[in-house]
């Protein structure tokens, strides 16, 4: 099953607990969705590959849909070319007018993040501001940090940017 390029919607991953005791497929999956250490970001879109794997790691991983203004911000503050910023000459050089173009595009899912050249697929963030508000070891639903939270993902990500 094809799904279509209109249809697919922008997700960003946190890696909210660290994954020592994990079990081996677990473990694995973090390491595919680049998720090494905690507090790691990652854009992907969703396909049914990528809700699978996310399915997989939810107790060490929250995900949502992030909005456009968040996720400009995310890669205009957190972005990394090398290990440099990423800047409005780069967005040039990869075809985009500015940063908040190249934010759109990656919004839309018309280009993928970590596809771009020379770019760092993950996103190192801090720690959120005044804390996790639930445990992290429970699910989001429960009251907890870790699992699916929908477009609550724009509060956490503002307080780790």
């Not at 991953?13 to 497929?25: L, N, Y």
């Not at 070319?81 to 990423?86: A, D, F």
């Not at 940063?99 to 801090?126: G, M, R, S, T, Y």
């Amino acid at each position: 099953m094809v799904e279509k390029k209109d249809k697919r919607k922008c997700i960003a991953a946190v890696k909210v607990r660290g994954s020592i005791s994990a079990q081996r497929e677990a473990k694995e999956t973090l390491k595919m969705l680049h998720l090494n250490k905690k507090n790691n970001t990652v854009l992907i879109d969703n396909r049914p590959s990528f809700l699978g794997m996310l399915q997989r790691v939810q107790s060490y991983a929250t995900w949502g849909e992030p909005s456009k203004e968040i996720l400009s911000l995310l890669i205009k503050k957190r972005g990394k070319l090398g290990g440099k910023k990423i800047t409005d000459e780069y967005a040039q050089k990869v075809g985009y007018e500015s940063l908040e173009k190249l934010a759109e595009a990656i919004f839309d899912c018309k280009i993928e993040h970590w596809n771009l050249p020379n770019i760092q697929p993950v996103f190192k963030l801090p720690p959120p501001t005044k804390g996790f508000k639930g445990k992290i070891k429970r699910s989001f639903r429960a009251g907890g940090e870790a699992g699916y939270r929908g477009e609550k993902i724009n509060e956490l990500l503002k307080r780790m940017i």
